[in-house]
């Protein structure tokens, strides 16, 4: 349940008891600056494989609170601990400490864009085990876990709730800070052409910009750098997707996926293959995309889009993940063929 700065709980708002997470207020934030400003040491964590928002938004915190004189860690629960290449160049990765070296029982964690306890990987009990458990995430699936929330849907990117964050703590931007929050706010907007981006969003890059950041370095090493082993596994993927014209009532279904000894032969982590969703979703023909990447151990990641017609978050719930109605995942230990029915099972059309 939500608590005050003390750790004590609260009851939950109506939106919350019907399980939607509401936006926070100015009560929120009042409990979370009390939070941080009594809290001995600060563990930042985000969620596991962390994309640029999930990274970005981490890394822009520990640089704010370090700036301010805390002690603060940043982590991921994924062992080994892999910063993907194409986040090789953010700011702040001094402050990053493997899952191990995350206390047992840490003062303060502070969580970025991770959508469920689930996706806190080896660190969810050490957080659920902290005296307090502040949430920062912008994904309508999350259940209002922790003690503390600051969720808001209707949000871009869990960066622009950083940015806020770091706004009432009275910390300037700088090129560190706000490289980081671009390459979260750039990455969860798709370089801003995702149905989120608002005006508002603009004017926050806007912010962003003014600091001097190089702003086309970043997007570069985003979208247009890869290795030549993934322009293999790439041509292996196409050359394997489908298409299911038929799915979610003729609103068509584009799928493929990437076996680990893809990934093994051609030295590929998969990390490096988060892309390959905005590949494979420009199928004109289907509504919705679908990429299962299967790890060493054959657990499969699937990353989903949809086009507007069509809630894919509800059917990565059905999988045990979630995310936003238009984009979202989940890991799963059922076969390629098995995930695929299930999968296409759960689709439905968006309200």
Known sequence: MPGDSSGVPRPRTA????????APGERDWTEVLALVGEAREIDLICHVCPDGDALGSALAAGLALRSLGATVRVSFGDDPQVVPASLAFLPGQELLVPAAEVPDRPDLVITFDVAAEG????LREKALAARAMVVIDHHASNPGFGT????DPAAPATAVLVDELLRRLGVPLDQPIATCLYTGVASDTG???YRAT?????????RLLATGIRHDLISRTLWDTSSFGYLK?????????ELDRAAV???????????YADLAAHG????EIEGLIDIVRRTAEADVALVLKQDPDGTLRGSSRSKGAVDVAAACGALGGGGHVYAAGFSTDLGVQQTLECFRAALRPAR
């Open 15 to 22: 939106a919350e008891s019907a399980g939607r997470p509401a």
């Open 119 to 122: 996706r806190l990987g080896l």
């Open 148 to 151: 503390h929330r600051l969720i």
């Open 191 to 193: 370089s801003f052409k």
């Open 198 to 206: 608002t005006p508002a969003t603009h004017e926050f890059a806007g």
């Open 233 to 241: 596994v790439l041509s292996a993927a196409l050359e394997r997707a």
């Open 249 to 259: 009532g003729g609103l068509g279904l584009v799928w493929t996926w990437v076996p």
């Open 268 to 271: 590929v982590a998969v990390e």
